[in-house]
């Protein structure tokens, strides 16, 4: 890493990535990292130009006041310490302006602006190579944002001593397997295995209502093809990994109250050891979004709205039918459709639609028709732990609507779910 550095240290502040953001924002690079640490692994870290203390709510620890080493201090470093007292004074504890930092960062510290997407994928392209040498890494490419960039910044690094999987479990939006296929087998010359597992997939699922049991069900059986296809290829030494920076934050930080931990190798069996080749490790969500559009992958791909593992899985409510998936397939393409139409794309952070495992009573070409209602989904929020409904123009959700009853076979009834989260959660299992 030849960029300069702004180091936070975690004196239990809630809010230590929203500053470490706030001087990225400046176009400096900044990490954070535990209040205990040496001098020593503080001194070795590269290009340090400034300490942050940032101190906060979940300060005390055990009833004592969390310090750093003195000798931080003595380091010849400018220090700056912002803290709350007391849990209690709120509003003590203010973030710089973003005027106050820039003068710190730039009078004060010397930093220079040097922290863009260039300038990281260059470095990252020099770092992939010097660890893999000549090996040859493996990369579960689901089509998500993080493993899709992944991939691109290392089949940019390495060529074809990348192999990338692709598991089509067959419950994908409409074209997102193709479109995987397309990007990185036809675009980019990735070496790229395609895996259609729909049948063996759609078969273990065959009558089984209960929204745990399948989620059990597809996540083991991702497991086992993606360890089947792993074991086919031969010489593969290292792993490439999606994992982004508030992963590491959240799961490593020593004051925070909450400790979520990330398992992105989710279940690998033990037997097969690989090295971890993680070049996303620094960056925040959006940095990821920006490293891929400068990679030159797709906007689809790149703002792609987040999507569960469990894929429609979990939006072919109870059993799963062949008839039904395909239905909240077609309808979630005519939603998706005309949300962009309308720019609500852009405006609104999740919206889906799903299929109920209850038909109704309608009449179609003057006959009864015993057919499903689709339901539609669209929610706004920060972090998915709470949503609120998105307000959309009658006139989008007439069209929507219109389409979806004349375009979507075995569908005569179209219901707009208006629950925030809670008392509902987002996704229906
Ligand atoms: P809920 O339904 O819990 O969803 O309000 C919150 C967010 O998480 C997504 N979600 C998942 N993501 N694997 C994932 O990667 C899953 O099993 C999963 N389940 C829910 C959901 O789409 C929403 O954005």
């Known amino acids: 890493m030849k960029q300069d550095m702004i180091v936070i240290l975690d004196l239990g502040s809630t809010e230590n990535t929203v500053l470490a953001r706030a001087i990225r924002e400046q176009g400096v690079y900044s990490e954070i990292h535990p209040h205990d640490i040496t001098c020593e692994k503080l001194k070795s870290l590269p290009n340090v130009k400034g300490v942050i203390l940032y101190g906060g709510e979940n300060r005390i620890v055990d009833g004592t006041a969390v310090e750093v080493d003195p000798a931080i201090y003595d380091l010849g470093l400018p220090v700056m310490a912002i803290d709350h007292p007391t849990a209690k004074c709120e509003n003590l504890a203010a973030m710089p302006s973003a005027d106050a930092l820039k003068t710190w960062l730039f009078d004060v510290c010397k930093a220079e602006a040097n922290w863009n997407m260039k300038n990281f994928i260059a470095d990252q392209i020099e770092l992939i190579r010097e660890q893999v040498g000549e090996g040859k890494v493996l990369l579960a490419l689901s089509g998500g944002v993080d493993s899709s960039v992944v991939a691109a910044l290392l089949v940019k690094a390495i060529g074809k001593q990348l192999v990338c999987v692709h598991v089509n479990h067959g419950l994908m939006r409409k074209n997102e397997s193709e479109m995987v296929c397309d990007v990185f087998g036809k675009y980019l010359g990735a070496n790229l295995v395609y895996v259609d597992a729909t049948d063996r997939f759609l078969t273990k699922l065959e009558n089984v209502a209960d929204p745990e049991e399948k989620r059990k069900i597809i996540g083991g059986e991702f497991i086992r093809v993606f ?56 960056l925040f969500k959006d940095e990821v979004r920006a490293c891929g559009v400068e990679l030159g992958l797709p906007a689809e791909m790149v703002y792609r709205q987040p999507f ?41 952070w999740q919206y889906f639609t799903l299929i109920p495992d209850f038909r109704s ?69």
């Open 227 to 282: 360890e089947e296809e792993a074991r086919k290829l031969e010489g593969i030494e290292f792993l490439g990994q999606g994992t982004i920076y508030p992963d590491i934050v959240e799961s490593g930080t020593k004051t925070a109250k909450v400790v979520k931990s990330h398992h992105n190798v989710g279940g690998l069996p033990p037997d097969l050891q690989f090295k971890l080749v993680e070049p996303l490790l620094q």
């Open 308 to 348: 569960p593992g469990p894929g429609l899985g979990v939006r072919c409510l109870g059993a799963i039918t062949r008839d039904r998936l395909e239905a909240v397939r077609e309808s979630d393409a005519i939603l998706r459709e005309e949300f962009a139409n309308a720019g609500l794309d852009k405006k609104v």
């Open 361 to 429: 009573v309608g009449v179609k070409n003057n006959a009864r028709a015993f057919e499903w209602p689709v339901i539609i989904r669209a929610v706004n929020t920060i972090d998915a732990m709470t949503a609120e409904i998105e307000e959309i123009p009658w006139n989008v959700l007439k069209k929507i609507t219109d389409r979806i009853l004349a375009e979507v076979k075995g569908v005569n009834r179209v219901c707009y779910d208006l629950s925030p989260k809670p008392c509902a959660t987002i996704e229906w299992e």
